[in-house]
Every structure is written in structure tokens, then in C-alpha cells.
């Protein structure tokens, strides 16, 4: 089995896989900056869900490299994960784009490959979409569901 825990800038994932690739447990939240007790609890739902099995445990995110340095556990920048994922998955992949909490990076992978991002500004960013969420009053979530039956005016 392999696990894997993405600790961003707002949140915290992390994913459980069986040796055939099969997702047999994931989970998303924020850590609301307490990020060693949100890994701390998430590294338990993880050894909860795989009991005494060995697993491969890897680490990723902005915040992940120091958590994977003082546990001595692998850290894979995501760009690079991401790269190989889609790789894997999807060869044909041409441009990836990942919304963080803070930033936002396009990934160009053909003839090469070329990233960009943006400045420090938040706007665009999973913030931003949580902050209009808040003012919609709605879950992000939710926001994807509405805007799939919106019609115009």
C-alpha cells in the first residue's frame, strides 16, 4: 500500500492506495495553521485505515518539506508529482493547473516542460474561492453544483 499526505498552505490531504493503484481512502480539510495536529490526525485515520499493513508513506506541499525532513519521511515536490501523475494517468496530458491556497501554477508539458505562476496575490486561488463561498454562503463545493445548473438572465 502506498499513502501520501499534499500539506498545502490551507489544507491538508491525503490519499491511501492498494497495491492495484485503488483508492481506498482519501481526505481533504483545512488545517487552519495548527498543521503538525492536523498531520498528527490524519497520519491516524491513515494507520487506522491500513492497520498493521507496510506502507510506502510519501510527503508533499508547501508546508511538507519540513514535516518530511524531522520524520524522515520521502518529500516529492508537487509540481513533480503532479508531472508524473498525469504522466501516468494520462499521457496526453498537454497543461496542468492546480488552484493552491495561496498561488496558482500552469504546468505547459509539451515541447518540454514550462511553469508558471502567479505573484503573491490570493486572488484566483483556493482562498479567493473560499472567501466568495463564505459570501455566497455556500461550501465551495456547492458552488461547483450551482454553477453547473446556472442559466443566464
Aim: hydrophobic share 35%.
Amino acid at each position: 500500500m502506498r499513502a501520501g499526505l499534499d500539506i498545502g498552505s490551507t489544507t491538508i490531504k491525503g490519499v491511501v492506495m492498494d497495491d492495484s493503484g485503488h483508492i481506498i481512502w482519501s481526505s481533504y480539510e483545512r488545517h487552519y495553521s495548527h498543521i503538525l495536529e492536523k498531520t498528527e490526525e490524519m497520519l491516524r485515520q491513515i494507520q487506522k485505515t491500513t492497520g498493521n499493513e507496510p506502507i510506502i508513506l510519501g510527503f508533499s506541499g508547501s508546508a511538507g518539506m519540513g514535516i518530511a525532513e524531522h520524520a524522515g519521511v520521502p518529500f516529492v515536490q508537487e509540481v513533480y508529482a503532479e508531472r508524473i501523475s498525469a504522466k501516468k494517468l494520462n499521457p496526453d496530458t498537454d497543461c496542468i493547473i492546480e488552484l493552491g491556497g495561496e498561488d496558482a501554477k500552469i504546468l505547459f508539458l509539451s515541447g518540454g516542460m514550462e511553469v508558471r505562476m502567479n505573484g503573491s496575490c490570493a486572488g484566483g486561488t483556493g482562498a479567493f474561492i473560499d472567501q466568495m463561498a463564505s459570501l455566497l454562503k455556500m461550501k465551495p463545493d456547492e458552488m461547483d453544483e450551482a454553477a453547473q445548473h446556472a442559466t443566464r438572465k
